[in-house]
């Protein structure tokens, strides 16, 4: 009876498991929808930002550099942006993110941290390093208002040349079941030193001069470039969770059927033994 009872309480915990992974697999959906809508969308935009940017800086001067594409000589340190969840449960990405850190930390010895995301947060501080500052990555959509105080301690660090370069290490959404964690470096911001004429834009009046144009639009850039990081680590953790709480609730089902089976068989076992008593007392008594 006792095996029967603890079988019993197995299938009525898997059962309560397999509903809260289920709901959270429903919840993760819709978020994953709009924030792969969002991801994907924005991608060309920065790419045409980029785009614009090396046709005006080919028509720059050669000895005009502006502060973003100018790296400090003194500064030998790198300040590293990370982007995390702040919740578990999304599979192996955490893993992937933190291998791809400690690999980072690794080959670069001098760095400042920047953490967003709760889950990163106590892997940098076991590093022993600096941290710059440390934000929530939140539970919804980013906002663009994400941006604004990562821009600023970027350019704390990088304008008055603590840093020579700014890297990001981020989840690159390829596809919903495939989420890769990447090192971009984005400051300084290169620009080759000829453009590919085929692809370029004609311009015949710069209203201001490209000069004045420039350090805006990289300003611009570097902005739209840290939100469309956030929008694709925000697209693979519900992607990643969405997946891990789809095959959690298939384990699940399974284990619930083998306990439903396992369950049969030992109250079929009991109902034959009993059975077997009752037809060996009638035996008795007949033989008596």
């Not at 019993?8 to 709009?34: D, E, G, H, P, W």
């Not at 030998?76 to 192996?92: A, E, I, N, Y």
């Not at 284990?255 to 369950?263: A, G, H, N």
């Amino acid at each position: 009876m006792a095996n029967i009872l603890t079988v019993k309480r197995r299938i009525q915990t898997a059962l309560n498991v397999s509903k809260t992974t289920r709901a959270m697999q429903m919840i993760a959906t819709s978020k994953l929808k709009r924030g792969q809508d969002q991801a994907l969308s924005s991608r060309p935009y920065v790419e045409k930002l980029v785009f614009l940017a090396k046709n005006i800086a080919d028509r720059l001067p050669e000895d005009v550099v502006t502060d973003y594409m100018r790296a400090s000589k003194d500064a030998k340190k790198t300040l590293l942006l990370v982007f995390s969840p702040d919740k578990g449960l999304c599979g192996g990405l955490i893993t992937s993110i933190t291998k791809e850190l400690l690999n980072e930390d690794k080959n670069t010895k001098a760095i400042f941290y920047l953490t967003v995301g709760k889950k990163i947060e106590n892997t940098v501080a076991k590093l022993g390093k600096e941290i710059a500052a440390s934000f929530e990555f939140g539970t919804t959509l980013p906002s663009f208002d994400m941006v604004y105080p990562l821009a600023k301690i970027v350019d704390d660090y990088f304008l008055e040349e603590k840093v020579s370069e700014v890297k990001i290490l981020y989840s690159h959404f390829v596809s919903v079941f495939s989420q890769i964690p990447k090192v971009e470096a984005i400051l300084p911001i290169k620009i080759p030193e000829s453009v590919d004429k085929e692809g370029t834009v004609s311009f015949t009046l710069f209203e201001p001069s490209p000069s004045q144009i420039l350090p805006a639009l990289l300003r611009h850039y570097l902005e739209m470039t840290l939100y469309q990081y956030l929008l694709e680590s925000y697209a693979s953790e519900q992607a990643a969770r969405m997946i891990a709480m789809k095959n959690a609730t298939e384990n699940a089902g399974d284990i619930i059927d083998y306990l439903k089976l396992e369950y049969n068989k030992q109250r079929q076992e009991k109902i034959t033994n009993e059975i077997l008593d009752i037809g060996g007392a009638a035996a008795a008594l007949l033989y008596d």
